[in-house]
């Protein structure tokens, strides 16, 4: 079974990613992690601490000599920031003159609720831990099963479709979406050139304007076979588990699998993937027209690509802010306000990658076990060979 969680605050000392139930035998390249780290941090909009973090993937354990062992994989994430909150969040008790408390709840932020769950006098505990620092552990046990996943011919990418009112004109094929990833400039990880410069300019006004945008990012699994998830049960339903997946992730507000929400409004005729057969061209040999349902039917994953689309809220924290009451006093004030990013649609497209990578490496490990990939492999391609004899 495939576990993993993360620890760690924002701005604390670091950011620990565990990960358990990977195969032994799985080869582990630590420049695909970075580079997905890397990614991560990227985008226009992005905040000030993009510039001081510059994250990379401390292994600590369960990878010897490049491989995975079977052994829980522990990540250390360091947070470059660290050095200048020393002494407001220590561990131990500390000078409480020094601490940075957060005053004034931001509507749309976890600050209010969390407060009041935890019984805290202000929110500094709470935007620590809810602040999306926490994805980028996320994003480093994705590599892992991206590299898992690799190894099944599959790979996870993502792009983005909207920001704002700016949104994409044309289909984007797998390989425009390939060869963005390849690239070492990141704007807002948009393959048609002339929507990514109408968002570049909602961003803009949004920064103009001391305001914030979100938008629409895709996530495309390429090459995924039929037969991951299961209708058997409810909580084994392939997009049940990728919605909660992606839907998890800071300011996700909707989750949506292949065109399911434009399919709400039109005629079954016009939606359901017809079905033809062609022996050489999947892998059981039948074809679809279109892919409407985005990889998934009944829960299972029907071979065609798996598109999950997240839909992100504009950021909460505003430079120009909202009316909010201060904790202590109770008295209208702006809520706070504190270094933040306008625009993270490409960053979350990125660790809904890693969300998206861990699902299906779970519900393959589910359908193909093996404790040495040795082993996975070999009952993955038995149930290939089934496929094309079916
Ligand atoms: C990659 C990424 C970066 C984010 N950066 C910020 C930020 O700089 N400032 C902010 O207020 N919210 C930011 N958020 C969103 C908040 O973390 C999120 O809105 C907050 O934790 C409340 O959770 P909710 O929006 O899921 O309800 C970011 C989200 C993502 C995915």
């Not at 109770?330 to 706070?336: G, H, I, M, S, T």
Request: contains cysteine; glycine residues 12%.
């Amino acid at each position: 079974m495939l576990r993993y969680f993360t620890a760690g605050e924002s701005h604390g000392e670091a950011l620990v990613a565990f990960i358990s139930g990977l195969p032994s035998g799985l080869k582990v390249d630590q420049s695909l992690l970075d580079r997905e780290l890397w990614r991560r941090q990227q985008g226009y909009g992005r905040g000030g601490r993009m510039k001081i973090e510059r994250d990379t993937a401390h292994i600590l354990s369960g990878v010897r000599h490049g491989m995975t062992i079977g052994s829980p994989i522990a990540i250390l994430l360091e947070n470059k920031d660290w050095k200048n909150w020393q002494e407001s969040l220590p561990v131990e008790e500390g000078d409480p003159a020094k601490h940075k408390p957060v005053g004034s709840p931001r509507p749309g932020h976890a600050d209010l609720a969390g407060a009041l769950k935890y019984g805290f006098a202000e929110a500094r505990y709470v935007l620590e831990r809810a602040s999306a620092r926490e994805s980028a552990a996320r994003t480093a046990i994705g590599g892992l099963a991206k590299l898992f996943l690799r190894e099944l011919g599959i790979e996870v990418l993502s792009h983005v479709i909207a920001v704002g009112h700016a949104s994409i004109a044309t289909e984007i094929t797998w390989g425009k979406i390939a060869a963005l990833h390849k690239r070492d400039d990141v704007l807002l990880n948009c393959a048609d050139p002339q929507a990514e410069q109408h968002m570049k300019e909602e961003v803009d006004f949004a920064l103009k304007n001391g305001d914030s945008v979100g938008g629409v990012f895709e996530v495309v699994a390429h090459k995924v076979p039929p037969g991951l998830g299961t209708y058997a049960q409810w909580d084994e339903r392939l997009d049940a588990r990728l919605a909660a997946a992606v839907m998890s992730l800071q300011a996700v507000k909707a989750v949506e699998i292949g065109a399911g929400i434009t399919a709400a409004a039109s005629p079954g005729s016009a939606v359901h993937d017809e079905i033809g057969y062609e022996k050489a061209r999947s892998f059981a040999g039948f074809t679809r027209k279109g892919n409407n349902a985005g990889g998934i039917e009944g829960g299972v994953s029907n071979g065609e690509d798996i598109m999950v689309r997240g839909y992100l809220k504009p950021i909460s924290t505003l430079r120009r802010p909202l009316e909010s009451v201060d904790f202590a006093t109770r008295e209208p004030v702006k809520a706070a306000y504190e270094r933040s990013d306008v625009c993270v649609v490409p960053a979350a497209g990125v660790a809904a990658e890693a969300m998206v990578a861990l699902t299906l490496a779970g519900c393959a490990l589910e359908k193909f076990g093996g404790d040495s990939m040795t082993e996975t492999l070999r009952n993955f391609n038995g149930y290939l060979q089934q496929l094309r004899n079916y």
